[in-house]
């Protein structure tokens, strides 16, 4: 070993301990290996001092959260700051979580792990670092919210209790979940307090009754979300794509905007609460008849939309999230569909 690369070994980082976790060892950074060259080559007069190595070193060490270590395959371990947050599913919800929470939380970093890696460029470029799910994490974060569908996985309770060990407990973990369990079908009156579906009746809701138990367990807490819409997403616009549905048109539903299933999930994961379920829609309960006739009325919207022929299947139910919104403090961009489409019910 000649001198200068034993001095330049000197100067690597030493294994920072952070709680019960350890950062894998690290080789010796690029621009540590290029200035050795550059040293080494005699036709080049740079000096190799100890204040032009140190603070790149300590940079290259602790700025690599997320990064793919090649050898191991696992998440790089770093420093992770008292508001950082982790979104597992990334997806229209979850990246307004990551907006509205960097707009409370400036200067924080937010990471976003995905199924795949077909939208790492576009989460790059919103500010979010993109992880994939599987690699194993060597770190975990004060704020985490698991925003992503059962629809993409075989294990949708296995995946919540995979997100729940990256929780480090400290600030607080929300699992978006539905309305859906609620056990009425009647058009009835619902609430957070309002009785479920038993276990065993339908695979549907088992499966977020299970995810959510787990994130109860794990001292999380459960998000129940009415249907989500905005302009171009939403019940509306599937109706609308069809033309007939073969539904009924007396069935209620509840919606809740984006922008404001979001700001309710930034509020609640602020409160760091424990343990409970919450509720989020607009308390403003439609048929599907009158959200269609909205829909007409505003002229928003090129394609028309001709009718529901359906009269056997399940009515709804009607929520109301008073109770939510009381104890988080609060209330609704957009209080009703009709307020958002700009038209009178």
């Not at 001095?7 to 019960?20: A, E, H, K, N």
């Not at 404001?260 to 008849?289: M, T, W, Y």
Request: glycine share 8%; net charge positive; charged share 25%.
């Amino acid at each position: 070993m000649d001198a200068i690369t034993g001095f330049c070994q000197t100067l690597r980082p030493r294994s920072l301990v952070i709680g019960d976790h350890q950062p894998p060892k690290l080789s010796t950074p690029k621009r540590t290996v290029s200035l050795l060259s550059l040293y080494k080559n005699q036709k080049s007069k740079t000096k190799l001092t100890l204040s032009s190595m140190t603070a790149p070193l300590q940079v290259s060490a602790f700025s690599t959260i997320g990064a793919r270590n090649e050898e191991s395959g696992t998440a790089s371990s770093g420093l992770v700051g008292e508001n950082d947050l982790l979104i597992v599913g990334p997806g229209v919800l979850g990246r307004l979580v990551a907006e509205k929470w960097r707009q409370e939380h400036p200067g924080c970093q937010v990471y976003g792990q995905t199924v795949t890696t077909d939208h790492h460029d576009e989460l790059i470029k919103m500010g979010i670092n993109p992880s994939l799910k599987g690699i194993k994490a060597t770190q975990q974060y004060p704020f985490v919210i698991f925003c992503a569908p059962p629809s993409r996985t075989s294990d949708y309770p296995g995946d919540v209790r995979e997100a729940a060990l990256s929780w480090n407990g400290d600030g607080s973990f929300v699992f978006t979940s539905s309305s859906a369990p609620f056990d009425c079908f009647d058009n009835g009156q619902c609430n957070e307090d309002s009785p479920v579906v038993p276990i065993g009746r339908s695979p549907r809701t088992d499966v977020l009754l299970k995810a959510e138990k787990v994130v109860l367990e794990s001292g999380g807490c459960a998000l129940r979300l009415a249907g989500l819409y905005k302009a171009d997403r939403g019940a509306h616009t599937y109706w609308l794509e069809k033309g007939t549905v073969e539904s009924r048109p007396d069935h209620i539903l509840n919606l809740i905007h984006y922008e404001d299933a979001a700001s309710l999930a930034v509020a609640i994961l602020k409160k760091k609460l424990r343990s409970r379920i919450f509720l989020g829609c607009d308390n403003h309960p439609l048929s599907r008849q009158e959200v269609m006739d909205l829909v007409a009325k505003s002229g928003k919207f090129s394609k028309k939309f001709v009718a529901f022929t359906g009269t056997s299947d399940p009515l709804g139910k009607r929520l109301n999230n008073s109770k939510t919104r009381e104890e988080i403090g609060w209330e609704p961009k957009y209080p009703s569909f009709a307020h958002f489409l700009g038209v009178s019910k």
